[in-house]
């Protein structure tokens, strides 16, 4: 991956972001089934699966290079699409069950199918995904149709040859993992062992073999004796990358509790809390509220955790729990509309945020379909815009500024014009290359660094 | 008469400014606590987070639902007031109110 010199003016990216495509209805035909809930990439980038509040799970697959077709080159067409989830009702509990995928995470690829498991507030799935390119022709007792042949014409035996035909894919659904969960299910982690994964709701965190659907450990139960003294829940989890026994949980009053699996069968002590002390003399109503961490990401290297809250994206050092090694403020601008924001509920919005592949820049969406990218070495900053009118194909995408008053610059965007009704909350980055993607509500974008997408 | 120069702010003048500069986030609370005076004390505390786990209950009753049509025949049945407050047992919900079941099976949008 060739690097580019860090320099020119802050607010400039050292990678050019160019469209590489977009998918999706226009925004006037947004359908709430539309949505996009989650967006991920499977491990080695060729596959981008999505999810939507409908319950629908598209996947992608990036084209192959090929010399022929330049310009198809990196390109994700539709690979296959699926029902995954559809709603319910818990007639006991007089509780509706959305379908919305809340996450979807791939398993590694052990063979020549792929599997994900895909969870809605309830349930996970487990689905494999294979391909079909051969057919068996030439049977005895059927005809091309399947329908019994006339005996009496059968004068010789064949031995049925496996003829090549048009590629189908298939999703079954594997597993099947109910029942798990009184609350609403938030996070799903695949452990490195790629045996178990973990699932965790607003009180408890389950493990789970991927063999197994009818049992499930609790790792971790946060419910108290007495519902009147809950303080805080768990917002997201994820197990370590490469030490299957430690995993991280968040919660809603913004601090991170790293959990050996090796000390206890039951983790609700934590090996170590990593938590910011707050100044008591700042404290107001909105605190904890905008404290609330909406999503934890550990690095690729497993040095460093990334948290995002309603403001600010910090990166954690594992070995330092006292306070973030790094904190980016991702639209400090807000603080002086919280009250608005509270009315409208947009300060409980959970933002995602990701790592490059390199773990050297960290990437999270805001408001406007604007999104926010931080290089971690040369502490520069980025807003970009996800929206047709600004992206035009193969186009270099233009920083975007917030102006708060002051000195505002052409094609500037003042903090009450901004829209709260564009949030871009989902966002994925490849594993390896430049490649993102994001979602803005019903609509796919994949930006692709120019150079990366020139050499091809 | 000679011209009186501005006094300098008392010091408690000077932290108050300072406050409001430095926390715009208590500005927003103020304003907060002046639309809804009856906001909870512990606003990130229980009551906020059961709502949260209540998320998805909605309750019917279709006896509660028929008294309380008979006995206000002519007037319209309260509708939900959007405030912040937990709401506990005082909202009948109309068969309207209740979300429809969606239709599944449309393909999505995004596989073109």
């Known amino acids: 991956m060739s690097h580019k010199q860090a320099g020119g003016p802050p607010g400039e990216s050292a990678v050019d972001w160019c469209l590489y495509q977009l998918n999706g209805a226009a925004e006037f035909e947004v359908s709430e089934a539309d949505i996009i809930s989650t967006v991920e990439f499977n491990h080695t980038g060729e596959l981008l699966a999505t999810g939507d509040k409908g319950g629908r799970v598209v996947i992608f697959q990036r084209e192959p290079e090929s010399k022929n077709e330049p310009y198809n080159q990196g390109e994700y067409n539709v690979y296959s699409t699926f029902q995954s989830h559809e709603p319910e009702f818990d007639y006991l509990k007089s509780l509706e069950i959305e379908e919305k995928i809340n996450k979807i995470k791939w398993l590694p690829q052990q063979n020549a199918a792929h599997s994900l498991l895909s969870t809605n507030d309830k349930t996970i799935k487990l689905w494999k995904i294979t391909e079909r390119d051969k057919r068996p022709e030439g049977y005895n007792l059927k005809d091309e149709e399947g329908k019994l042949k006339d005996l009496s014409t059968v004068t010789s035996l064949q031995v049925p040859v496996l003829k090549p035909m048009d590629l189908m894919v298939e999703v079954t659904p594997r597993r099947i993992f109910a029942n798990g969960h009184t609350y609403h299910v938030n996070s799903i982690s695949v452990n490195s062992d790629c045996e178990t994964y973990m699932s965790a709701d607003d009180l408890r965190i389950n493990l789970w073999h991927l063999a197994i659907t009818d049992r499930s450990f609790n790792i971790v139960d946060i419910k108290p004796a007495n519902m009147e003294d809950l303080t805080e829940v768990i917002t997201a989890s994820e197990f370590h990358p490469h030490h299957c026994n430690l995993f991280v949980y968040s919660s809603s009053k913004g601090s991170l509790r790293l959990c050996d699996m090796r000390a206890s069968a039951l983790c609700d002590k934590h090996s170590k809390l990593y938590e910011e002390p707050e100044d008591p003399s700042n404290r107001s109503f909105f605190s904890e509220i905008i404290s609330s961490v909406s999503d934890v990401k550990f690095s690729h290297s497993g040095r460093y955790m990334l948290t995002r809250d309603y403001l600010t994206v910090k990166v954690w050092d594992l070995n330092m729990e006292t306070k973030p090694v790094e904190t980016y403020q991702v639209h400090d601008y807000l603080r002086s509309k919280l009250c608005s924001l509270y009315e409208n509920d947009c300060i409980f919005d959970k933002f995602e945020c990701a790592w490059n592949g390199s773990d050297s820049v960290i990437m999270t969406g805001a408001y406007n379909n604007f999104f926010r990218m931080f290089d971690r070495n040369t502490k520069r900053d980025v807003t970009l815009e996800a929206s047709r009118e600004s992206s035009k194909p193969r186009a270099i995408l233009k920083p975007r500024r917030v102006c708060v008053g002051g000195k505002r610059r052409k094609d500037d965007i003042s903090v009450d014009s901004l829209d709260f009704t564009k949030k871009i909350l989902h966002t994925a980055w490849h594993p390896t290359e430049n490649i993102i993607a994001i979602a803005a509500t019903n609509n796919l974008y994949i930006f692709q660094d120019k150079v990366n997408s020139e050499m091809h | ?112």
Do not use: C, W
């Open chain 2, 1 to 112: 008469m000679s011209a009186e120069s501005p006094e300098p702010a008392s010091a408690e003048e000077q932290k108050e400014m300072e406050d409001k500069v430095i926390s715009p986030e208590k500005v927003e609370e103020a304003k907060l606590k002046a639309r809804y005076p009856h906001l909870g004390q512990k606003p990130g505390g229980s009551d906020f987070l059961r709502k949260r786990l209540q998320k998805g209950q909605k309750y019917f009753d279709s006896g509660d639902y028929n008294m309380a049509k008979a006995k206000m025949k002519n007037k319209q049945l309260p509708t939900a007031a959007p405030d912040k407050t937990e709401v506990t047992g005082d909202h009948i919900p109309t068969p309207q109110d209740l979300p429809q079941r969606k239709p599944s099976l449309v393909a999505s949008k995004l596989a073109g």
